[in-house]
């Protein structure tokens, strides 16, 4: 079945660490993008991918980064810089286009220990 | 002010009601909209998709869009338990960067047996 993958579903970090969240479709989805969701505050744009080796800043950028080696690939960094990381985490693909709609993975949710 | 404005609730009604969520937009050129549909612990899952003004049914589910007025709306026929969810909307247009879509914060629907 097509569709996309997060891991973990549960992931707990430390002061001071950096942690990865892996996001994998096989969609063949050119573009993809990573949201925070909090609560009352809907999705907010972390970064976006159009073509592999290219993204771009979303809406809340600071603290994250992410790399996009291959398409079917693009996982997010929380780093340390980031210091309200608890949150829903959401990858999402899309074809290119601005009439297209996203599909979605099922989260990941990161805690702070 | 949000471009896109959705009442948070929450929302609760008996089974069998019908329900009307709406959305409000403030930026004109947004002309692809769509619903998503959120179950708690999980990714949104499209559920609607409209194009410009008019309605589109599909099952117990209408949407409807105003552009003239920068509304949409989503009607639930003969609500049921399993409607319970976070129903989000979301739009684009041809100006919108990228493939981006801009959400709005999302409804929470109780349907009560």
């Known amino acids: 079945d097509g569709g996309i993958t997060q891991s973990p579903k549960y992931l707990f970090r430390k002061e001071g660490q950096n942690v990865t969240l892996s996001c994998e479709q096989n969609?063949?989805?050119?573009?993809m993008y990573w949201y925070r969701q909090d609560p009352g505050q809907g999705l907010r744009l972390i970064y976006y991918?159009?073509?592999?080796?290219?993204?771009q800043k979303g809406d809340i950028a600071e603290g994250y980064s992410v790399s996009r080696e291959k398409k079917e690939s693009f996982p997010l960094t929380v780093t340390s810089a980031q210091k309200n990381p608890t949150a829903f985490y959401l990858c999402a693909s899309s074809i290119l286009g601005h009439n297209q709609p996203q599909h979605f993975g099922d989260g990941t949710r990161l805690s702070i220990l | 002010q949000k471009e896109v404005e959705q009442d948070p609730g929450p929302l609760s009604v008996p089974e069998g009601a019908i329900v009307s969520l709406n959305c409000t937009y403030s930026?004109?050129?947004?002309?692809?909209f769509m619903w998503y549909r959120q179950y708690s612990r999980k990714g949104p899952e499209l559920l609607m998709y409209t194009y410009s003004s008019g309605n589109k049914e599909d099952g117990r589910f209408t949407a409807q869009v105003d552009k003239s007025s920068k509304y949409i709306s989503l009607f639930i026929r003969d609500s049921q338990p399993s409607d319970s969810a976070t129903y989000l909307c979301a739009m684009s247009g041809r100006e919108t960067s990228g493939s981006r879509l801009t959400f709005g914060e999302g409804t929470q629907l109780t349907v009560n047996p």
């Open positions: 969609l063949n989805h050119d573009a």
């Open positions: 991918s159009q073509i592999v080796n290219d993204f």
């Open positions: 930026n004109s050129a947004f002309q692809y």
